[in-house]
């Protein structure tokens, strides 16, 4: 547990941390986990709320209001809830989404899973799917994989897969844009 601990830092990760133990210890990781990533998501898809966690103007109490209304209409109760609020009373909002994705890092590592980004220009077959997590299990040294994969028509074709810090572009757009800057470089 140590060694997973250490793979979060700074204010976000003492208080993922912290999260993680108080869930463990009530056995609660997994529903824990379900609930801030329901938060994450409602931040995500709302800019107003997104603008309510970051902005310091709003008052601590203002939040608390406008968070317990939210948290109630979209049923997140018990630990991960009262991590919000705890949050949220000692002014530390703004570090919300950090601390949900450091608790996230914990969570996986208690499970021995690692979590890959993909993003393709198209939609992947399963086949294809399934040969990426075969590969990316094998270079994470057999970690379990969970894919979150994207499709973005941008980057016209190849994969960009983001495996823990490493990333490998391997998109047309990224190779014609290191040919554009060569050209230049000899013209």
Do not use: C, H, W
């Not at 450091?102 to 890959?116: E, F, H, I, N």
């Not at 979150?148 to 990224?174: A, C, E, F, N, W």
């Amino acid at each position: 547990m140590a060694e997973d601990k250490e793979t979060v830092s700074g204010v976000s990760g003492r208080y993922a941390s912290a999260l993680f133990s108080l869930a463990q210890e009530s056995g609660q990781t997994g529903p824990v986990a379900q609930s801030l990533d329901k938060i994450d998501a409602l931040i995500a898809a709302n800019p107003d709320l997104e603008r309510l966690v970051r902005s310091p103007v709003f008052s601590a109490a203002d939040q608390l209001k406008a968070l317990d209304a939210i948290l109630a209409k979209d049923g997140v109760t018990g630990i991960a809830a009262n991590f919000v609020r705890l949050v949220t009373v000692k002014r530390r909002l703004f570090f919300l989404r950090s601390m949900i994705a450091d608790y996230r890092k914990l969570y996986d590592a208690s499970r021995g899973l690692t979590r890959a980004e993909v993003t393709s220009a198209s939609a992947l077959t399963d086949d294809n799917l399934a040969a990426l997590k075969d590969q990316l299990k094998a270079a994470s040294g057999g970690r379990d994989i969970q894919l979150d994969v994207k499709v973005d028509p941008s980057i016209i074709g190849g994969l960009i897969v983001k495996l823990g810090s490493r990333m490998v572009d391997g998109s047309l757009r990224t190779k014609l844009n290191a040919i554009r800057l060569a050209m230049k470089e000899v013209g």
